[in-house]
C-alpha cells in the first residue's frame, strides 16, 4: 500500500469521524459569546488572513536580489496573475487594480479550501437529541464565504474599489459616454436614423446603469451559493473523499470568477483609455468608445 494512499485514507478517516453526528450545516455563522459575539465565519476570516500573511513573510522573508525558493514561488504567483490581469483592466488602471485583485484572489480562494479541513463546520457546541446523538448548533470554526454577510463584505469592497478605480483613470466624461453615449458613426448614418440610435444607446445606458447597481448582490450570491452549497455536499455525503477534488476545484475556479469579474467590470471602462490619449497627443479629438 502506497504512503499517498495511507494519507489519504487517515485524512478520510478523520473526516468520517468529525462528522459521524453532524446533522448538515446552518445556513448563517453562529455566533460566539466565547469571542466576544463575533461569528464563527469573521473568527475563521482572521485566522486564515493571519496565516497567510504570516505564510507570506516566511516564504519571501527578506527580499533579495537573487530570490530564495520561498520568494521565487511568490514572484511567479504574482507575474502569472500580471499577465491574467493586466491585458484586461489595462494599463492605466493596473497599479491601482493590480494589489486588490491579487488580495481577492488569494483570499478567496484559501477560504474556499478552508472547508475541505477535517473538523471545519462539526466542531464546536451543540446538544445531543433524543436518539442520543450529538448535533453541532454553534460550530467554532466556518468558512469566510459559506457566510453571506462575508460575500457580501468582499462584494461591497469589490464594487467600491470599481467605483474610486473607473473615475479617477476614466474621468466622468467618459463613463457617461460609455454608458449614454450614441456609438454610431454619423458619417455613416443616415440622418433619421441616428435621433433614433442615440435615444436607443440612452435606454440601454439606464439598463447597464441598473446592471451595475446588482453586481454586488450577484457576485456576493455566486460566491455564498457555490461555498456554501459545496459545504453542505460534502457534509450531506459524509465527506466521500471524491468530492474533495471536486471542491478543490469549485474552489479554485470561483476565486478566478469573483476576481476576474471584478477586473472585466474595471477594464470595460478603463482599458481603452490609452487609444484616447494617443489621439489627444497627436492633435486630435477622439471621442469616448466602448
Known amino acids: 500500500m502506497s504512503r499517498g494512499f495511507k494519507l489519504a485514507t487517515f485524512l478520510a478517516s478523520l473526516a468520517l469521524t468529525a462528522t459521524a453526528f453532524a ?6 455563522a453562529a455566533r460566539l459569546p466565547e469571542l466576544g459575539g463575533i461569528t464563527s465565519s469573521m473568527f475563521t476570516g482572521w485566522i486564515m488572513s493571519a496565516l497567510l500573511v504570516t505564510l507570506v513573510l516566511f516564504l519571501v522573508g527578506k527580499p533579495k536580489v537573487l530570490p530564495s525558493k520561498g520568494q521565487a514561488v511568490i514572484e511567479s504567483l504574482i507575474e502569472a ?3 491574467l490581469f493586466e491585458p484586461i483592466v489595462g494599463k492605466k488602471a493596473f497599479p ?3 494589489p486588490l485583485l491579487v488580495t481577492f484572489f488569494i483570499f478567496i480562494l484559501f477560504n474556499n479550501w478552508m472547508g475541505l479541513i477535517p473538523g471545519v463546520g462539526t466542531i464546536g457546541w451543540g446538544h445531543t437529541n433524543a436518539a442520543g446523538e450529538f448535533h453541532i448548533t454553534r460550530a467554532l470554526i466556518r468558512p469566510f464565504n459559506s457566510d ?9 469592497i469589490s464594487f467600491g474599489a470599481w467605483f474610486i478605480i473607473v473615475f479617477k483613470i476614466a474621468g466622468p466624461k467618459i463613463i457617461l459616454w460609455d454608458l449614454f453615449g450614441n456609438k454610431a458613426d454619423k458619417n455613416d448614418t443616415p440622418g433619421w436614423l441616428y435621433p433614433i440610435l442615440a435615444l436607443v444607446f ?3 445606458g439606464f439598463i447597464e446603469v441598473f446592471s451595475i447597481m446588482i453586481r454586488p448582490f450577484t457576485l456576493s450570491v455566486r460566491l455564498f451559493g457555490n461555498v456554501f452549497g459545496g459545504e453542505n455536499l460534502l457534509h450531506g455525503t459524509s465527506f466521500f473523499f471524491v468530492f474533495y477534488f471536486m471542491e478543490l476545484l469549485v474552489g479554485l475556479i ?3 470568477v469573483f476576481t476576474l469579474l471584478t477586473s472585466v467590470y474595471i477594464g470595460l471602462l478603463c482599458n481603452h483609455g490609452d487609444d484616447h490619449d494617443h489621439a489627444n497627443d497627436h492633435g486630435h479629438t477622439a471621442e469616448p468608445h466602448h
Open 23 to 28: 446533522e448538515g450545516v446552518e445556513p448563517s
Open 254 to 256: 470561483q476565486a478566478l
Open 96 to 98: 491601482l487594480a493590480f
Open 202 to 204: 440612452l435606454i440601454v
Open 148 to 156: 453571506f454577510n462575508g460575500t457580501i463584505a468582499l462584494a461591497a
Open 81 to 83: 496573475l500580471r499577465d
